[in-house]
């Protein structure tokens, strides 16, 4: 495969493979010399439409990880503020000679669009497009998922109880983990108001609630989603004092949850809103862990995407630091 657009692409083996993929590159993070030789001389172009501080930033070390030069292009600051279009965007990076298009976008199919386009020749990564998808954030998820709760290459999360909790109507994180964790064997559980429940979501491979406490019994992770807030017309916020009382997770909630079970979310938190502050500092949050584990899986993604015809660590003495 050329571009990764939408966790509904990928296959079981496809999924393992980078999962898997991943758990290699996490040894190459851990050595002194944390890089690796495969995309010398091949350029990623980081092309960000909307606001990100996880994604862009791991998606750069990732790719300075695998060597790759590196182009950030933000559109603002750029010639996109003077009107120019994604195409002649997209074009101006082909003229530069750009192997692979990292982009994150407010528009839904933006990086479909790019994939399916003769603007650039190199791979698409989609970043977050929208309400869409965010492939590489599901992946992250399994992965940090898998390391805790079925640890081993080549392992899945069959059997697996996920709950995600909160504004799914307006997350891409949702939809692309609703595919993956299906793809991967798990159950998955959205619980959101029923104001911020997408319409059509009983055709998604989950279950729909909307009682947080009678969802969180059974988990063995517990995915709290933020209230996009700048995708909502101000006349549908929901109040926070509301939401909270029934949607936050607080300590009392996290008491109902088994002790084993996971506390994620993929950032930015709202603090005090959907998480009560100290549980998502807390021993049971795996937080800052998504965040590190964003690197291996990008890692992984732009590797198997663009030079992945050599084993990723050849010798063993090659994870020696
Ligand atoms: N999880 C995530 O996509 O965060 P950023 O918006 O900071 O990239």
Redesign the pocket.
């Known amino acids: 495969k050329r571009h990764l657009i939408s966790t509904a692409d990928l296959t079981r083996e496809d999924a393992l493979l980078i999962l898997d993929t991943a758990e290699q590159m996490a040894q190459v993070s851990a050595r002194s010399v944390k890089k690796l030789p495969t995309l010398r001389g091949r350029t990623v172009v980081n092309l960000f439409f909307e606001?990100?501080?996880?994604?862009?930033t791991s998606f750069e070390v990732a790719e300075k990880r695998l060597s790759a030069d590196v182009i950030n292009f933000s559109a603002k600051g750029s010639s996109v503020s003077k009107g120019e279009s994604l195409k002649d965007t997209a074009l101006t990076l082909q003229a530069m000679g750009a192997d692979a298009v990292v982009i994150r976008h407010g528009a839904s199919g933006a990086p479909k669009l790019l994939a399916d386009s003769d603007w650039l020749h190199g791979s698409v990564v989609n970043a977050?497009d929208g309400t869409h998808e965010?492939p590489t954030?599901a992946l992250l998820d399994a992965f940090t998922m898998r390391r805790h709760l079925n640890p081993g290459v080549g392992h899945d999360l069959a059997g697996r109880r996920v709950t995600i909790v909160g504004d799914v109507l307006h997350s891409r994180?949702a939809r692309s983990n609703v595919r993956l964790l299906h793809t991967l064997g798990a159950e998955v559980t959205l619980v959101a108001p029923p104001t911020l429940m997408p319409f059509g979501v009983e055709t998604w491979p989950c279950q729909v609630s909307y009682d947080l406490d009678a969802a969180l019994g059974k988990a063995d992770a517990v995915m709290m989603l933020r209230v996009q807030r700048e995708r909502m017309n101000a006349a549908f916020f929901p109040t926070q004092r509301e939401y909270t009382r029934r949607y936050g997770l607080d300590a009392r909630r996290l008491a109902l949850m088994p002790e084993h079970a996971l506390v994620m979310h993929?950032?930015?938190m709202v603090r005090g809103m959907e998480i009560e502050s100290t549980i998502a500092d807390s021993d049971r949050a795996v937080i800052v862990e998504q965040v590190a584990n964003g690197v291996s899986v990008r890692m992984a993604v732009l590797y198997l995407l663009l030079g992945g015809s050599e084993p990723a660590i050849t010798t063993s003495s090659a994870n020696t630091p």
């Open positions: 606001d990100s501080t996880r994604t862009r977050g965010h954030q994180v993929p950032g930015p």
